[in-house]
C-alpha cells in the first residue's frame, strides 16, 4: 500500500489560509446536530460541492452513524449499510495510525466496481472521503461529491488542515459531553505559546525561525514538545485545533535561551 504522506499535500496561500483561519473560527459556535449542515457548508466556500454527508465511525464495531447529508436518501441508505466498508479512508483508519486520512491517500486501494456503479447511478462525479481519528477508535467521517475534478488536490489539502476541526466541531454537535473537549490543562513555555501563534497564523518553520530569530532546528524541537504536551498529535493541523481547544494553564519558565 502506497500512502501519500503530508509532503504531497499543496501548501496554502496567505489569502487561502487567512480563509481557512475564519471558517475554523467559526467552527467554534457548532454545537448541535442543527448546525451540521452548517459545519460541511463551510467546506463550499473553498471548494464548490454539490452533496457533503458527515457522520460517525466507530472502528471497534465498524459501524458508521450517520450525523447529516444532502446525498439522495437511496443512495445514502445503501451507502452507509453496505458501500462504506469500501471507502478507503474507513480502511486507513484500520489499516495505518494516521490521524487524518483520506480517500485520497492510499492510490493501491480500488473501490469495488459494485461501489463504483451505485455512485454513477445516482449522478456522483467526483468524490473525496475523510476519516479522523478519535480517542478510543471514535472517528468522525465526512464525504463530499461532484466537486471540480481539478480542485481534488486542493479539496484534499484543505480537509487535512480542518479534519481535526470537525473532528471537535463533530463531537461539540452530537456528544452532550464529548470527551475529547473536556477541558484540558497543558502547560506551555512563553515560547511554546508565541510558535503556536505564528503556527495558527500559518507561518511557516523556516518563516517562524526568521521571526523569531533563531534555527529552523530550534523551531522543530519546540514543536515536537508541543505536539507530545497535546497528547502525541502528529501533524501541525491537530496541533492548532488542540492547542485553540485547550485551555490556558499557567506557563513554566525557560531555564535557558534557545537562541542559538
Known amino acids: 500500500m502506497i500512502l501519500r504522506g503530508p509532503e504531497s499535500f499543496q501548501y496554502p496561500t496567505r489569502k487561502e489560509f487567512q480563509h481557512l483561519a475564519a471558517i475554523i473560527d467559526r467552527l467554534r459556535s457548532i454545537s448541535s446536530r442543527a448546525h451540521l449542515p452548517d459545519l460541511l457548508a463551510t467546506v463550499g466556500q473553498l471548494v464548490p460541492h454539490q452533496y457533503a454527508g458527515c457522520g460517525a465511525y466507530h472502528i471497534r464495531t465498524r459501524h458508521l452513524d450517520p450525523g447529516h447529508t444532502s446525498f439522495h436518501s437511496e443512495m445514502h441508505h445503501l451507502y452507509v449499510t453496505q458501500g462504506f466498508v469500501s471507502d478507503p479512508a474507513i480502511q486507513l483508519l484500520h489499516q495505518t495510525s494516521v490521524g487524518t486520512v483520506s480517500s485520497e491517500d492510499a492510490p493501491s486501494l480500488v473501490v469495488p466496481r459494485a461501489v463504483t456503479g451505485l455512485k454513477l447511478d445516482f449522478g456522483l462525479k467526483t468524490c473525496l472521503s475523510i476519516g479522523v481519528r478519535g480517542a478510543l477508535g471514535e472517528c468522525s467521517y465526512f464525504a463530499f461529491s461532484n466537486f471540480d475534478l481539478k480542485q481534488t488536490a486542493k479539496l484534499r489539502t484543505m480537509m487535512q488542515i ?63 514538545n508541543i505536539y507530545q504536551k497535546l497528547g502525541g498529535v502528529e501533524n501541525r493541523w491537530t496541533a492548532i485545533a488542540q492547542w485553540q481547544n485547550t485551555p490556558p494553564a499557567v506557563h513554566i519558565p525557560e531555564r535557558h535561551s534557545d537562541e542559538h
Not at 506551555?188 to 523556516?206: A, H, L, Y
Open 162 to 224: 480542518l479534519g481535526p476541526h470537525f473532528h471537535l466541531a463533530y463531537l461539540r454537535a452530537t456528544s452532550p459531553e464529548p470527551p475529547e473537549i473536556k477541558p484540558t490543562r497543558v502547560v506551555f513555555t512563553p515560547r511554546e505559546e508565541e510558535i503556536m501563534r505564528w503556527v495558527s497564523e500559518g507561518k511557516t518553520n523556516w518563516e517562524i525561525s526568521i521571526i523569531l530569530k533563531v534555527s529552523l532546528n530550534t523551531i522543530k524541537f519546540h514543536l515536537k
